[in-house]
């Protein structure tokens, strides 16, 4: 009886021993470890967003990142204005608004002295800062507003000012203003100019013009970071402190900066030409709780990390694909220049081997720092594999050179992590040797039998 075995088994042997049969293996499985390589970086991002929220939690309990806002002089004022009686004869009222203006001169100059919380394997970085504020308020040029002086209600005047978070003030702020020794009084009211913040009533009726000059001192605390707000017509800020890796932030950067291991030093000075802000209006207390206007005229300084190992962790994942396919590809051409069969399932054990690898990498960087870890994880993981080559192998000098190509692929990567600029080009450039070494080796074989 003649059967089809013979047929059968000829097609088993050319699976077995065909070229192109085992890198489609290869290429599939690439493809499938792409599915824990997701998980992994699903894990990674878990762990950043854990270390967000012990940062907010600390931030809450410390206090959160700080924004100066102010001072603004508020000047009520009578309006009169015309309604209709019961009668339905045309008759007026006085009402009451306000006039604001912002001041002609800003001034402020903080000083940080920072610290790290730690709260379990995370950090926080938190500061106590003395902010001094002074400056002057000019007259209001109250034409141009439709008004008249004998409106305005100098006795009822009041300065506003604010700082983001009230928890993170240490005392009650004293201000000399017009002459006068004041005390601010917090105002809870979303209604108000900058909504929850402090007030202190001014009487300006002595006062010519309603000019005059303003100074006080916030001995307030807050965590990563500090920003003022671009009020006066001309604003000036001192910022120093003793962090050592700040990062300016906001519309406007620094005209002059310091940086060095004891801390830093910067300075803004900016004109109200390209200010969101009118340098007086009537009658619109939501003018400074626009989020827009607000985001164009904050600036300040971050307090960066100087090691942020989620970030590095996740980017080097990123590359995972890139390592796994080039280290299979590497394994191959092994395979197939020493004419020794390795099984499907040994690749399958060594792409594991490779996942593992970020998860090594994540949980040491929260130990002891990223570079370290990398290091830590990459040899273990080299050391792994190789070894796992010279017993597939039974040959020393084969399982050394595939561990030397395996330290070049992950030294390759983390220099590329560490040069973010030029991460595209040498990356690039790496690629398209790796392209020319493969079309060199792959010239000479056989793709349909070894």
């Known amino acids: 009886m003649i059967t089809d075995e013979p047929q059968k088994r000829g097609q088993m042997d050319w699976l077995k021993e065909s070229v192109t049969a085992k890198l489609v293996f290869i290429g599939i499985l690439v493809v499938v470890l792409l599915i824990p390589s997701s998980l992994v970086d699903n894990l990674i991002t878990e762990r950043a967003s854990r270390q967000d929220e012990m940062m907010q939690d600390v931030s809450n309990k410390w206090s959160g990142s700080q924004i100066i806002k102010g001072p603004v002089l508020i000047i009520p004022y009578k309006n009169q204005v015309k309604y209709i009686n019961t009668d339905n004869k045309e008759s007026t009222k006085d009402e009451i608004e306000n006039l604001y203006i912002l001041p002609d001169n800003l001034h402020i100059k903080a000083g940080l002295t920072t610290q790290i919380l730690h709260r379990g394997i995370f950090d926080v970085a938190v500061y106590n800062s003395l902010v001094k504020v002074s400056g002057n308020f000019s007259k209001a040029d109250l034409s141009s507003l439709s008004l008249t002086p004998d409106q305005l209600l100098l006795n009822k005047a009041r300065i506003v000012f604010s700082i983001s978070d009230l928890k993170g003030l240490k005392n009650n702020p004293v201000i000399k203003a017009a002459g006068q020794t004041l005390t601010a009084e917090p105002v809870f009211d979303n209604t108000s100019l900058f909504g929850s913040g402090l007030q202190t009533a001014v009487d300006l009726s002595n006062i ?243």
């Open 208 to 450: 010519k013009d309603a000019e005059f000059n303003f100074e006080y001192a916030l001995d307030l605390k807050g965590s990563q970071g500090l920003s003022f707000l671009h009020l006066g017509k001309t604003t000036d800020v001192e910022a120093s402190g003793t962090w050592s890796s700040p990062s300016f932030d906001g519309r406007y950067l620094p005209d002059d900066r310091k940086i060095d291991s004891k801390g830093f030093t910067a300075h803004w000075r900016m004109l109200y030409y390209n200010r969101p802000f009118p340098q007086q209006w009537i009658n619109n207390d939501k003018l400074l709780s626009n989020d827009k206007k607000l985001g164009d005229a904050v600036f300040g300084i971050k307090l960066r990390l100087p090691v942020d190992q989620y970030q590095k962790t996740t980017r080097t994942s990123k590359y995972a694909l890139l390592i796994i396919a080039l280290t299979f590809i590497s394994l191959f051409l092994t395979e197939v220049i020493r004419k020794q069969r390795i099984h499907i399932f040994n690749y399958i054990l060594i792409g594991v081997a490779m996942i593992i690898y970020y998860s090594l990498l994540l949980s040491f960087s929260e130990q002891i720092g990223y570079n370290w870890a990398y290091l830590v994880a990459s040899v273990s993981t080299i050391a792994l594999v190789a070894v796992f080559i010279a017993s597939l192998l039974k040959n020393k000098m084969a399982a050394l050179l595939f561990a030397f190509i395996l330290a070049v692929f992950y030294t390759f990567i983390f220099v590329i992590i560490q040069l973010e600029d030029l991460a595209l080009m040498i990356g690039s450039i790496a690629l398209f040797i790796i392209v020319g070494i493969l079309m060199y080796f792959s010239r000479k074989i056989n793709w349909d039998r070894h």
